[in-house]
């Protein structure tokens, strides 16, 4: 599918225009951030994520095993760039280790995240947090070593 961004609903929640419909698009292997914890937080990656695919062609790719709750599970890309692993990258998403990723993205997303924690991008930033990077409140992290 190719599709417009209508709205950034949440860190890891797009809405799309898909041919004249709308639809929401949950980003396979992001988690959301709570509100309560992560106000400012959470509105600073929506307002980039907004930034990065406004105006951009979305290809949105649904496993076929991936849950259809009230909304898709889906990989959005961007050109070659597989939004889903950029946004971890880039430390505006967080991936947990229940996060239903593909067995062949998985070592990509892991070390793109591992990358954003160690080089303290977007929300393993210290002016986000009083605690060390792996301590971000409300979300607990495994960093894996090589």
Known sequence: KVARLIEVVSPNVIRIDNSG??????????MDM??????????????KIRYKLANKPLKIYTPRDASME??????????KTLVNSELLREGLGVMTSDSSI????????????????????GVWNPIHT???ASEVP???VKIHKK
């Not at 009230?70 to 050109?79: D, E, K, L, Q, S």
């Not at 993205?105 to 924690?117: D, I």
């Open 102 to 121: 593909d067995p062949l993205l998985l070592p990509q997303f892991e070390k793109f995240m591992n990358e954003a924690v160690n080089k303290r991008r």
């Open 21 to 30: 419909k709308q639809e929401e698009v949950q980003l396979l292997g992001l």
């Open 130 to 132: 009083q605690t060390k």
């Open 138 to 140: 409300g979300i607990r």
């Open 70 to 79: 009230a909304h898709n599970h889906a990989y959005v890309m961007v050109g």
């Open 34 to 47: 709570s509100p309560k914890a992560h106000g400012k937080m959470r509105a600073e990656i929506q307002r």
